[in-house]
């Protein structure tokens, strides 16, 4: 038999503790690869695996950060061209 410790569900709190601890080791791993304290078995620096930038990316896209804000400077006339990535026919 289960114990209703084990079974109940994470509390909205517990879920925004946890987003944060996630977010913030990807953040950690990723410092720990840029500043190049990874490093193989010889000593060399190792440069940020393919996994680990797909897991970021993956992250990010389930949290809707899928491209970065930017800014537009609304005089520019080929504003109108550019398609607007928002309209749910590009999603």
Do not use: Q
């Not at 410790?5 to 909205?12: F, H, L, P, W």
């Not at 879920?15 to 000593?43: F, M, N, W």
């Not at 609304?74 to 504003?79: E, R, S, T």
């Amino acid at each position: 038999m289960s114990s209703d410790k084990n079974t109940s569900a994470a509390s909205e709190s517990e879920l925004k503790e946890l987003h944060g601890r996630v977010a913030r080791a990807y953040l950690t791993l990723l410092d720990r690869y840029e500043s190049g304290e990874v490093k193989d078995i010889k000593g060399n620096v190792k440069a940020i695996p393919a996994s680990v930038l797909a897991s970021c990316a993956k992250f990010l896209a389930d949290n809707g950060v899928d491209r970065p804000e930017r800014e537009v400077d609304l005089d520019d006339p080929l504003n109108d061209e550019l398609p607007d990535l928002d309209d749910e026919r590009y999603a």
